[in-house]
């Protein structure tokens, strides 16, 4: 059973820092292209941040600058740190493992961004 295991969200001011981790086994992080998705309240879920093929992120242009992906390859952890947290950042954050033939997701962590 695949595994993916988000923590860190939490309601933070307007300007702040935030976190989040995604835990999984050896054999899926070392298989499988990772990423971290959103979605809004009303919106669908959309694509924040995802390795390339060559190690390298892709990164939606409304967190470029602000938002960092790296892994830890000993922990079997990615992390996604968010800077310069704006309200529409608000969203449920959601890890994702991807296989050429199957997608597989976390339970999300919510991320308040309100004053």
């Known amino acids: 059973q695949v595994q993916l295991v988000e923590s860190g969200g939490g309601l933070v001011q307007p300007g702040g820092s935030l976190r989040l981790s995604c835990a999984t086994s050896?054999?899926?992080?070392?298989?499988?292209?990772m990423g971290w998705y959103r979605q809004a309240p009303g919106k669908e879920r959309e694509l924040v941040a995802t390795f390339t093929s060559d190690g390298r992120v892709n990164y939606v242009d409304s967190v470029k600058g602000r938002f960092t992906m790296n892994r830890d390859n000993a922990k079997n952890t990615v992390y996604l740190q968010m800077n310069s947290l704006k309200p529409e950042d608000t969203a449920v954050y959601y890890c994702?493992?991807?296989?050429?033939?199957?997608?597989?997701w976390g339970k999300g962590t919510l991320v308040t961004v309100s004053s």
């Open positions: 994702n493992a991807h296989f050429i033939l199957a997608d597989y």
């Open positions: 050896g054999s899926i992080f070392s298989n499988s292209v």
